[in-house]
T-cell receptor, first 115, second 113 residues
């Protein structure tokens, strides 16, 4: 079953506007990661936030994590047409009974940025 | 992406056939993963492996099989037991355990004809 659930499923904005995507999850995590996928391609890592962190920045990206609410958000500021893609959150947790990490992905948010 | 090669990019399978998707990496990463993605959906974990000769079932392992005879290679076989195999398959790797970035290949499209 999917650990992360993203909201909204689709987001359409104009260039220059900010885009906010939310992710909720169900169980304890070690860290949460955000990925981007262009249509028909593999996923590209954007940013990782650990469970003891509350906020992290990378360029135009800002990620927050609220472990009490089991939720995270990804903010893309001053969006560009090239930001058009699907964005996924992934929770990283111990796989039961082993020392392995298991990365579980949400359904994704489709972001369209209009020029 | 980078040092992960998936092949073939497009594959057509007839009903009742087994097919094998290749995943090779030169990143020297310990862990390798196979995910399935259906159109407009997220990724679901099929199998993963942390070390050679060891692998674990993910959330949707039924109808799939894997092997990990070499660190560099993690092929996925889609068997005839998988009733709805048409999907986009993604191989990924990462170094170590929790907290490291996963790197993805470019994916393979499998269509049943």
């Amino acid at each position: 079953s999917q650990q992360g659930e993203e909201d909204p499923q689709a987001l359409s904005i104009q260039e220059g506007e900010n885009a906010t995507m939310n992710c909720s999850y169900k169980t304890s995590i070690n860290n949460l990661q955000w990925y981007r996928q262009n249509s028909g391609r593999g996923l590209v890592h954007l940013i990782l936030i650990r469970s003891n962190e509350r906020e992290k920045h990378s360029g135009r990206l800002r990620v927050t994590l609220d472990t009490s609410k089991k939720s995270s958000s990804l903010l893309i500021t001053a969006s560009r047409a090239a930001d058009t893609a699907s964005y996924f959150c992934a929770t990283d947790a111990w796989a039961g009974g082993t020392s392995y990490g298991k990365l579980t992905f949400g359904q994704g948010t489709i972001l369209t940025v209009h020029p | 992406d980078g040092g992960i090669t998936q092949s073939p990019k497009y594959l057509f399978r007839k009903e009742g056939q087994n097919v094998t998707l290749s995943c090779e990496q030169n990143l020297n990463h310990d862990a390798m993963y196979w995910y399935r993605q259906d159109p407009g959906q997220g990724l679901r974990l099929i199998y993963y492996s942390q070390i050679v000769n060891d692998f674990q079932k993910g959330d949707i392992a039924e109808g799939y099989s894997v092997s990990r005879e070499k660190k560099e290679s993690f092929p996925l076989t889609v068997t005839s037991a998988q009733k709805n195999p048409t999907a986009f398959y993604l191989c990924a790797t990462r170094q170590g355990y929790l907290g490291n970035t996963i790197y993805f290949g470019e994916g393979s499209w499998l269509t049943v004809v």
